[in-house]
């Protein structure tokens, strides 16, 4: 036997079989035992098939989605589209009262046409919907479409479905886990457990004693779990828990518990759309009582009447528009990279008062990077971020590049760093994005000796594998032994410091190896101490020259000693390297953004307090008086003193799924709008429970996507920063629009409301009603939703949590216009002659005129501030194409001939048009005389409605 396969095989058997208490060995018999397994040959194919009856397949329950025509009719429970098909139905009745010998377009026209808007408003949202998930599921990837189980003493592929209770798992590097699992023998076993629990390092795995079953998944390191990757190693485990009763699937059933949460746009909406549904009852009942006591009109005239009161009442086109508007932004933000799975979640980041951030692959890259390297009494800076070789090593003073000539000390530290590595570098050549094979820790170091120059290969191809001693949690270091090129055995060294520091003799500096000192060990432990205290992850390197590694194999031997006590002694110390998981390169200014915008974001991870606070301090996420909290503490705390302490605590380290659920359960309690971003299994029930749950589409889990409302495609957390502006920008110009729309409403119910009290005077009909509020208020409606946003928007203080869609600025704006529009229709009924026939042309101009001055009014609804001729831009290019469009389409009701029965028009003089003209600008002027005396009272007010515009805060 060869020294190489001769001290691996002694290294693997010692690591397999590590000693073990009587009471752990017979907890792992018993556990053997429960599950009618074998530790040796696994379960029989017969047993394996019972088990699968008994258990069912390992597969975690799919939410099951609703059918399509469910989500279509989900279209129609907003109160108003209620009320529009409540108010279609009675003009249908309406038109089966009518004569038999009129049109069938005269008789249902109303009807018909209110139906056909809100079939529109549905199909636009069903349509939307599903384009959100057809992008989900062009993201969701298999987790562990495979296992390799031993059964009946033979090793074989089956699907990860198959898996039971009992089976014997078979572990390497690359695996993904299956199942809940717990481990028999382990050899250098590493797993990648961030998904779960948000430690970003990987969680060295080992078969030493039992924890108990409640214990921190990162503090149990004789599992592994469900979700979770194996990164270096091998291994053999017992399969525990299938399907439900795994951790993740512990997970999903929690998710359970934690029903749908209405966005608050929808919450407003609703609440909107029940007093516009009381209004239009109490209105028409007034008027439908009113004309029954004092007039002869019957039955179905009285109904129509009626009927034509809650058509104005109603703005039909909000629903249509909202949902149009909220389209366009969902659109805008797909291609920032954002997917909005609800239209409602488009706005409701804009409402963020808070943002809960998972740090481990949201704020951070989950890559590990080295940042600094000590080496011969030097201190290196190292620049680049993750995984990519782009970067420079500098000097301490961060100005002074290493050249290619690189000192003896450093050459041999990344010599080594290279070396005593098992990890791969791979460059994704569609996406140019470098990635991992193994450790990431490895990774990291792998990029470091790119970075200095020297590409990896150009150290492995000239030296020669021999052995390896992998690492173990009790020595806490790995060696590899290699052959230069002139057959010198060397074996490389990395592992903790206070593992390997201990076993120096030797200081390599520049002048050459010398005899490490007492001095020389104290400023390496400072060196050290310093790294770990800006929370590096420091990893000591040294080499030792063997001479024949098979004659140190069988001195150890002879001495009965392992081939580690002779191999890893006298060695020659090479330097320190401090890593992390570095910052993303935009979340700072995301961060810096979410701040001046009045958003207070807080950090949850499951990873240390320490790491989590030094990357808090990075990105400026940490102010004064902050406080950093761990779960261990946050669960001895009691509610009251959490909620006391909430708006104090900035990070929340080691926290689990459960915890991170309180968090943002308390956040809302107090009245907070929450956004929870993450990316892992155990982010999924506080992604369900905010207001808005934001997942990471690349390295985020199927779980969290399936969470989330929104769904970051390209994991950038800045990505939120333009989701937040664009959330603000689309509830401003909600609230534009809405005003516009319901101002201009108003109009019509001052004019129907007081001609319908006159018994000569004929009311406008349900289509005339329809046609102004939907074809010619549509398009300006649509144009104002679609309003640049405001320069300052991301600088002003979220909007207050109780406040509605409109204040009270907006509501006597609503009255005041729409009294302006109704009397000037009333003007043009009054100066009429009282004929029935001059009546019935005049109520044609009425017609006109309710249609054109809402086109004016549309342009002093960009602000409600500033004037119309202070508006930035001046001119709104797709208002003015709304406001001619709809212009344009109104004249075809008056001049197309074969249309005027339809909407009993006529054709309209000059003298006419220029009287309609004159009445429609009059709110133009009104509008900029109550601008002047509200901004004549802005001094004295605290803060504008958040309806007005940062640059338009003052007059």
């Given at each position: 036997?060869?020294?190489?396969?001769?001290?691996?095989?002694?290294?693997?058997?010692?690591?397999?079989?590590?000693?073990?208490?009587?009471?752990?060995?017979?907890?792992?018999?018993?556990?053997?035992?429960?599950?009618?397994?074998?530790?040796?040959?696994?379960?029989?194919?017969?047993?394996?098939?019972?088990?699968?009856?008994?258990?069912?397949?390992?597969?975690?329950?799919?939410?099951?989605?609703?059918?399509?025509?469910?989500?279509?009719?989900?279209?129609?429970?907003?109160?108003?589209?209620?009320?529009?098909?409540?108010?279609?139905?009675?003009?249908?009745?309406?038109?089966?009262?009518?004569?038999?010998?009129?049109?069938?377009?005269?008789?249902?026209?109303?009807?018909?046409?209110?139906?056909?808007?809100?079939?529109?408003?549905?199909?636009?949202?069903?349509?939307?919907?599903?384009?959100?998930?057809?992008?989900?599921?062009?993201?969701?990837?298999?987790?562990?479409?495979?296992?390799?189980?031993?059964?009946?003493?033979?090793?074989?592929?089956?699907?990860?479905?198959?898996?039971?209770?009992?089976?014997?798992?078979?572990?390497?590097?690359?695996?993904?886990?299956?199942?809940?699992?717990?481990?028999?023998q382990t050899v250098n076993l590493g797993a990648e457990e961030?998904?779960?629990?948000?430690?970003?390092?990987?969680?060295?795995?080992?078969?030493?004693?039992?924890?108990?079953?409640?214990?921190?998944?990162?503090?149990?390191?004789?599992?592994?779990?469900?979700?979770?990757?194996?990164?270096?190693?091998?291994?053999?485990?017992?399969?525990?828990?299938?399907?439900?009763?795994?951790?993740?699937?512990?997970?999903?059933?929690?998710?359970?518990?934690?029903?749908?949460?209405?966005?608050?746009?929808?919450?407003?909406?609703?609440?909107?759309?029940?007093?516009?549904?009381?209004?239009?009852?109490?209105?028409?009942?007034?008027?439908?009582?009113?004309?029954?006591?004092?007039?002869?009109?019957?039955?179905?005239?009285?109904?129509?009447?009626?009927?034509?009161?809650?058509?104005?009442?109603?703005?039909?086109?909000?629903?249509?528009?909202?949902?149009?508007?909220?389209?366009?932004?969902?659109?805008?933000?797909?291609?920032?990279?954002?997917?909005?799975?609800?239209?409602?979640?488009?706005?409701?980041?804009?409402?963020?008062?808070?943002?809960?951030?998972?740090?481990?692959?949201?704020?951070?890259?989950?890559?590990?990077?080295?940042?600094?390297?000590?080496?011969?009494?030097?201190?290196?800076?190292?620049?680049?971020?993750?995984?990519?070789?782009?970067?420079?090593?500098?000097?301490?003073?961060?100005?002074?590049?290493?050249?290619?000539?690189?000192?003896?000390?450093?050459?041999?530290?990344?010599?080594?760093?290279?070396?005593?590595?098992?990890?791969?570098?791979?460059?994704?050549?569609?996406?140019?994005?470098?990635?991992?094979?193994?450790?990431?820790?490895?990774?990291?170091?792998?990029?470091?000796?790119?970075?200095?120059?020297?590409?990896?290969?150009?150290?492995?191809?000239?030296?020669?594998?021999?052995?390896?001693?992998?690492?173990?949690?009790?020595?806490?270091?790995?060696?590899?032994?290699?052959?230069?090129?002139?057959?010198?055995?060397?074996?490389?060294?990395?592992?903790?410091?206070?593992?390997?520091?201990?076993?120096?003799?030797?200081?390599?500096?520049?002048?050459?190896?010398?005899?490490?000192?007492?001095?020389?060990?104290?400023?390496?432990?400072?060196?050290?101490?310093?790294?770990?205290?800006?929370?590096?992850?420091?990893?000591?390197?040294?080499?030792?020259?063997?001479?024949?590694?098979?004659?140190?194999?069988?001195?150890?031997?002879?001495?009965?000693?392992?081939?580690?006590?002779?191999?890893?002694?006298?060695?020659?110390?090479?330097?320190?390297?401090?890593?992390?998981?570095?910052?993303?390169?935009?979340?700072?200014?995301?961060?810096?953004?979410?701040?001046?915008?009045?958003?207070?974001?807080?950090?949850?991870?499951?990873?240390?307090?320490?790491?989590?606070?030094?990357?808090?301090?990075?990105?400026?996420?940490?102010?004064?008086?902050?406080?950093?909290?761990?779960?261990?503490?946050?669960?001895?705390?009691?509610?009251?003193?959490?909620?006391?302490?909430?708006?104090?605590?900035?990070?929340?380290?080691?926290?689990?799924?459960?915890q991170k659920l309180r968090i943002v359960r308390t956040f809302?309690?107090?009245?907070?709008?929450?956004?929870?971003?993450?990316?892992?299994?155990?982010?999924?029930?506080?992604?369900?429970?905010?207001?808005?749950?934001?997942?990471?589409?690349?390295?985020?889990?199927?779980?969290?996507?399936?969470?989330?409302?929104?769904?970051?495609?390209?994991?950038?957390?800045?990505?939120?920063?333009?989701?937040?502006?664009?959330?603000?920008?689309?509830?401003?110009?909600?609230?534009?629009?809405?005003?516009?729309?319901?101002?201009?409403?108003?109009?019509?119910?001052?004019?129907?409301?007081?001609?319908?009290?006159?018994?000569?005077?004929?009311?406008?009909?349900?289509?005339?009603?329809?046609?102004?509020?939907?074809?010619?208020?549509?398009?300006?409606?649509?144009?104002?939703?679609?309003?640049?946003?405001?320069?300052?928007?991301?600088?002003?203080?979220?909007?207050?949590?109780?406040?509605?869609?409109?204040?009270?600025?907006?509501?006597?704006?609503?009255?005041?216009?729409?009294?302006?529009?109704?009397?000037?229709?009333?003007?043009?009924?009054?100066?009429?002659?009282?004929?029935?026939?001059?009546?019935?042309?005049?109520?044609?101009?009425?017609?006109?005129?309710?249609?054109?001055?809402?086109?004016?009014?549309?342009?002093?609804?960009?602000?409600?501030?500033?004037?119309?001729?202070?508006?930035?831009?001046?001119?709104?290019?797709?208002?003015?194409?709304?406001?001619?469009?709809?212009?344009?389409?109104?004249?075809?009701?008056?001049?197309?001939?074969?249309?005027?029965?339809?909407?009993?028009?006529?054709?309209?003089?000059?003298?006419?048009?220029?009287?309609?003209?004159?009445?429609?600008?009059?709110?133009?002027?009104?509008?900029?005389?109550?601008?002047?005396?509200?901004?004549?009272?802005?001094?004295?007010?605290?803060?504008?409605?958040?309806?007005?515009?940062?640059?338009?805060?003052?007059?």
């Amino acid at each position: 036997m060869t020294a190489s396969a001769e001290t691996n095989a002694e290294t693997r058997n010692a690591a397999a079989a590590k000693p073990r208490s009587h009471s752990h060995a017979e907890a792992i018999d018993k556990l053997l035992e429960r599950l009618g397994t074998s530790a040796s040959d696994g379960l029989g194919e017969e047993v394996a098939a019972e088990h699968l009856i008994e258990h069912g397949p390992n597969l975690l329950p799919v939410a099951a989605r609703k059918p399509s025509w469910k989500r279509f009719l989900e279209q129609f429970r907003d109160p108003l589209v209620l009320t529009l098909l409540a108010a279609a139905i009675i003009a249908a009745v309406v038109g089966v009262s009518e004569k038999a010998d009129a049109s069938f377009l005269a008789r249902f026209g109303d009807a018909i046409a209110i139906m056909l808007i809100v079939i529109m408003n549905a199909v636009i949202g069903y349509y939307q919907e599903r384009r959100a998930e057809a992008a989900l599921d062009a993201l969701q990837k298999l987790a562990a479409p495979s296992a390799r189980v031993r059964r009946g003493g033979k090793v074989m592929v089956i699907p990860a479905a198959d898996v039971v209770p009992g089976d014997l798992l078979e572990l390497e590097a690359g695996d993904a886990i299956a199942a809940d699992t717990r481990l028999l023998q382990t050899v250098n076993l590493g797993a990648e457990e961030s998904s779960l629990t948000g430690e970003s390092s990987p969680v060295t795995k080992d078969v030493g004693a039992p924890v108990p079953i409640d214990a921190p998944l990162a503090e149990r390191p004789t599992m592994v779990f469900t979700g979770t990757v194996i990164v270096r190693g091998k291994g053999r485990g017992v399969v525990t828990e299938t399907g439900v009763h795994t951790e993740l699937g512990r997970i999903g059933e929690m998710m359970r518990t934690i029903g749908e949460q209405k966005t608050p746009l929808e919450e407003r909406l609703d609440k909107f759309g029940r007093l516009i549904l009381w209004i239009c009852i109490g209105l028409s009942a007034v008027l439908m009582l009113w004309g029954y006591v004092h007039t002869d009109r019957t039955w179905h005239e009285l109904l129509l009447e009626a009927v034509s009161l809650a058509v104005a009442a109603i703005p039909e086109g909000l629903p249509a528009i909202t949902t149009i508007t909220l389209a366009l932004g969902m659109q805008r933000m797909a291609r920032r990279g954002a997917i909005v799975r609800k239209l409602p979640a488009v706005e409701t980041l804009g409402a963020a008062t808070v943002i809960c951030a998972d740090k481990t692959g949201t704020l951070t890259q989950n890559e590990m990077t080295v940042r600094r390297v000590y080496a011969a009494g030097k201190l290196y800076q190292v620049t680049g971020n993750g995984y990519d070789p782009a970067g420079e090593i500098y000097e301490e003073d961060g100005k002074t590049e290493v050249g290619l000539e690189l000192p003896e000390p450093l050459n041999h530290l990344l010599a080594t760093a290279a070396l005593c590595n098992n990890a791969e570098l791979e460059r994704d050549l569609d996406t140019e994005q470098w990635t991992v094979r193994g450790d990431p820790t490895e990774g990291a170091l792998l990029t470091l000796a790119e970075k200095s120059g020297l590409a990896p290969e150009s150290f492995t191809d000239s030296n020669i594998f021999v052995a390896e001693l992998p690492f173990d949690g009790d020595r806490k270091r790995m060696t590899i032994i290699t052959r230069d090129e002139r057959g010198r055995e060397v074996a490389h060294v990395k592992g903790s410091i206070d593992a390997l520091l201990p076993l120096c003799d030797n200081l390599e500096c520049d002048s050459g190896i010398r005899a490490l000192t007492v001095a020389d060990r104290k400023e390496i432990l400072d060196q050290a101490d310093a790294m770990g205290h800006d929370a590096l992850r420091v990893l000591a390197l040294c080499r030792r020259e063997t001479g024949n590694a098979e004659g140190a194999v069988q001195e150890a031997k002879k001495s009965g000693a392992t081939a580690a006590d002779q191999l890893e002694r006298e060695l020659t110390f090479l330097g320190l390297v401090g890593m992390l998981d570095p910052p993303r390169t935009s979340v700072k200014e995301a961060v810096a953004t979410c701040s001046a915008a009045g958003i207070r974001a807080v950090m949850i991870t499951g990873d240390h307090k320490l790491t989590a606070t030094a990357i808090a301090r990075e990105i400026e996420l940490w102010e004064e008086g902050d406080e950093a909290i761990t779960g261990t503490e946050l669960a001895n705390m009691s509610q009251d003193d959490l909620d006391k302490r909430i708006m104090h605590l900035r990070v929340f380290a080691r926290t689990t799924a459960e915890q991170k659920l309180r968090i943002v359960r308390t956040f809302k309690k107090q009245g907070h709008v929450v956004a929870m971003t993450g990316d892992g299994v155990n982010d999924a029930p506080a992604l369900r429970e905010a207001h808005i749950g934001v997942a990471m589409g690349k390295a985020g889990t199927d779980v969290a996507r399936e969470a989330s409302a929104l769904v970051l495609a390209d994991d950038n957390f800045a990505t939120i920063v333009d989701a937040i502006r664009e959330g603000r920008a689309i509830y401003r110009n909600i609230q534009k629009f809405i005003f516009f729309l319901l101002s201009a409403n108003m109009g019509l119910v001052v004019a129907v409301f007081t001609v319908s009290f006159v018994a000569d005077w004929p009311p406008l009909t349900p289509l005339m009603i329809l046609w102004i509020n939907l074809v010619t208020n549509g398009l300006p409606a649509l144009a104002l939703g679609v309003d640049p946003p405001d320069r300052g928007l991301m600088e002003e203080p979220p909007r207050p949590v109780d406040e509605g869609l409109l204040v009270g600025q907006h509501y006597f704006g609503i009255a005041y216009v729409g009294t302006v529009m109704g009397a000037a229709a009333i003007i043009l009924y009054m100066t009429s002659s009282q004929e029935m026939e001059a009546l019935l042309r005049t109520r044609a101009l009425a017609f006109s005129l309710l249609a054109i001055s809402p086109l004016m009014h549309a342009l002093s609804c960009r602000s409600p501030i500033r004037s119309l001729f202070m508006s930035r831009p001046a001119i709104s290019i797709p208002l003015v194409v709304a406001m001619a469009t709809s212009a344009a389409i109104h004249l075809v009701a008056i001049l197309v001939p074969a249309l005027r029965p339809v909407f009993r028009t006529f054709p309209v003089s000059a003298t006419e048009w220029i009287w309609v003209l004159g009445l429609g600008a009059v709110v133009l002027p009104a509008m900029e005389l109550a601008k002047i005396v509200y901004r004549r009272q802005m001094p004295r007010k605290r803060r504008l409605p958040a309806s007005s515009s940062a640059t338009s805060q003052r007059p």
